[in-house]
Structure formats: structure tokens, C-alpha cells
């Protein structure tokens, strides 16, 4: 029997009506919260490292706000994954995949900096020494390049669903679920390959599925 993906994820469909007004306005209500994520991803880690007794650019040790290099290093050269680097990219995928799911519509709920609300990421914590070969996070980024492409299309696929249930949402309530369905399906292959490719925190190769 497969085991389930280390990086599960999934998004509440609405149960109810969505508000016309916030959805004819999200991109100027979604301005704020991308500026809270915008200031996570690019300075908030660079002055909690220096907290930390050291100091290195945002470039060298962060993807999109995500420690890459440092557990990189420490997987590669002590076969560890530091619990707290860990804690803080998951939660910060989370808070982003919360942002994104509100910019996509998916609800109209305002995306909270720490609370799950309709938003489900799950992310199993791997014990580096048994689970991740040491030598895989030199190349994982790599290995990835067949879902890069893939995602390409898939998120413009995406961009253009969303555009469809905008008028869908402003014209009767509610968002097609066979398109919020598809739209939360993407969500969950790129957080997969940003797990596997950029957390680094499984070696299992991230399947070409859209579903759970």
C-alpha cells in the first residue's frame, strides 16, 4: 500500500455564498496581506538569523523566505534538520498557500498570520539521518525540473480558472467545484516540489497528480 505524500495539503470548498463585494475587490482588499508575506519572505529571517549569533544575505540563505541552504548544509554535512528551521518553513508555506487561496477566491475569509482556517498543510517532519540521503539536496533543485515545466502550464491554467470564477462568484455566489478542485490540485503539486525541492524535507519524488 502507498504511503500518503510527507507534504499533504487541501483547501475547505465554501459551504456557503460568497461575498460579491469582496471578490469584485480582492486584489486591492489582497494588498496589505502580500505586503505582510512580501516582508516576511525578503527581511524578517535576515534580522532573526542575526539574532541568532549569525548573519548571511537574504539570496544565499533563503528561497522565497524558505531556509534552503542552511538545512541543505546541515543534511549534507551533519545529517540534521534543526526543528525550528523547519517549524518556520512550514509555517511560512502556510501563511503564503493561505494568502494565495484568498487571492485565488477560494474564500472570502481575510487570511490570518497564524491560524489554519480553511487552509490544511500538513508536512511530516523527516528524522535527516534515517529518511534523507545526505547527498540528495545538492541536486533535488535539479531533479525537480520536469515539475517546473509542468507547472508552467498548469499555473497559467490556474490564473485563467480563477479569472473564470470571478464572474462565476459575482454572478451567482458560488465557485465552480470542479474548478476549485482543479485550482487547490495545483496548489498541492507546487507545495510538493517546494517541499521536496526547497525544504528538503523528504527524498520521495513528488508524484504528477493533482489530487491527494
Avoid at 192 to 198: H, I, K, L, P
Amino acid at each position: 500500500m502507498n504511503q500518503p505524500y510527507p507534504v499533504s495539503f487541501a483547501v475547505d470548498y465554501p459551504a456557503r455564498p460568497l461575498d460579491r463585494m469582496s471578490t469584485l475587490l480582492r486584489f486591492f482588499y489582497a494588498i496589505p496581506i502580500f505586503i505582510i508575506l512580501a516582508t516576511l519572505s525578503h527581511s524578517e529571517w535576515q534580522g532573526a538569523s542575526s539574532a541568532h549569533g549569525f548573519h548571511a544575505s537574504a539570496s544565499s540563505l533563503e528561497f522565497g523566505g524558505l531556509l534552503t541552504l542552511a538545512p541543505a548544509l546541515m543534511i549534507i554535512f551533519r545529517q540534521k534538520y534543526p526543528r525550528w528551521w523547519f517549524d518556520w518553513n512550514v509555517q511560512l508555506l502556510a501563511f503564503s498557500s493561505r494568502v494565495f487561496a484568498y487571492f485565488s477566491l477560494m474564500s472570502d475569509q481575510y487570511p490570518s498570520t497564524d491560524e489554519e482556517q480553511y487552509v490544511h498543510l500538513n508536512v511530516v517532519y523527516p528524522d535527516a539521518a534515517a529518511d534523507l540521503n545526505r547527498f540528495l539536496p545538492i541536486v533535488k533543485w535539479l531533479l525537480a525540473t520536469p515539475h517546473y515545466i509542468v507547472l508552467i502550464f498548469l499555473n497559467l491554467g490556474a490564473f485563467f480558472a480563477v479569472i473564470f470564477s470571478w464572474f462565476a462568484i459575482l454572478f451567482t455566489g458560488t465557485y465552480p467545484r470542479g474548478i476549485f478542485d482543479y485550482v487547490e490540485g495545483v496548489m498541492r503539486w507546487n507545495n510538493r516540489v517546494v517541499g521536496y525541492a526547497f525544504m528538503l524535507v523528504t527524498d520521495q519524488y513528488p508524484p504528477f497528480s493533482l489530487s491527494t
